[in-house]
């Protein structure tokens, strides 16, 4: 999975791509030959993707949107829509952590915000672009997910929870479109270096982590349009697919 596909002519969506492993992503599919439509709330962390794409040769539009705006998701779809007509790859990539804190104290309104981005925009932007992905020869959904959404850690509810149900969300989209040249899947990136692992884990030497530009190559040939597995778990650092099964 490791060889990087060509992804010419291609338009691909990143969310979460002003930084980490979603910036990297958008960088490496840009370089592959995808037209990048890049989404993140930071307007200077996509300037600077911007200028990294350009300057490789790429290809980018920039969508400067909160995803706790859902209806601006819904107006995202519609303008693909009437410029290309078509989506051919889509990254869910942007995510919070929410608070390392048992259950019991985690506050309503931090719980609802790890809702709201993690599974409430991704549904919605899953709803919104599934007729655009339906369009391609080869639509590709990637969805970002964690371990954490099965190893369901002390501390760690919110943030399982939400990736848990973003998972059942692609497991049942990929069942809905099995038929179609439609592929649906989840990745588990594993620990990286980024500022989101770092809020998880702050005693942890970074060094000992690969870079999201590592984790972002292992990632990018999902989008590829020979792939043929859908609804499973990519695991990043194994570079492997992994299948559901029922509880034992």
Do not use: C
Request: glycine content about 10%; aromatic content about 4%; proline content about 6%.
């Amino acid at each position: 999975m490791t060889a990087t596909p060509d992804l010419s002519g291609r338009i691909a969506l990143v969310t979460g791509a002003s930084r980490g492993i979603g910036y990297q992503i958008a960088k490496q599919m840009a370089a592959a030959g995808a037209h990048v439509i890049a989404v993140a709330r930071t307007v200077g962390g996509l300037e600077d993707l911007d200028d990294e794409i350009k300057a490789a040769g790429g290809q980018a539009t920039l969508v400067p949107l909160d995803l706790t705006d859902m209806e601006g998701i819904d107006r995202l779809g519609g303008a693909i829509n009437d410029r290309w007509g078509k989506l051919d790859i889509l990254v869910a990539n942007a995510g919070v952590l929410g608070v390392i804190s048992p259950i019991g104290h985690v506050e309503a309104k931090v719980f609802e915000k790890v809702m709201a981005i993690n599974v409430t925009s991704t549904w919605r932007l899953i709803r919104s672009v599934d007729p655009l992905l339906r369009k391609s020869d080869a639509g590709r959904a990637i969805l970002l997910s964690s371990g954490a959404a099965h190893s369901a850690r002390a501390f760690w509810g919110p943030y399982a929870a939400s990736k848990a149900a973003v998972e059942a969300l692609g497991r049942s989209w990929a069942d809905e479109t099995h038929n179609m040249p439609l592929r649906v899947n989840s990745v588990d990136p594993g620990a990286t270096r980024t500022a989101m692992r770092a809020q998880a884990v702050p005693g942890e030497n970074p060094d000992t982590l690969p870079t999201p530009a590592e984790i972002a190559a292992k990632i990018v040939p999902l989008a590829s349009p020979t792939l043929r597995e859908t609804g499973m778990i990519f695991q990043a650092r194994q570079e492997r697919f992994v299948a559901y099964r029922n509880p034992e």
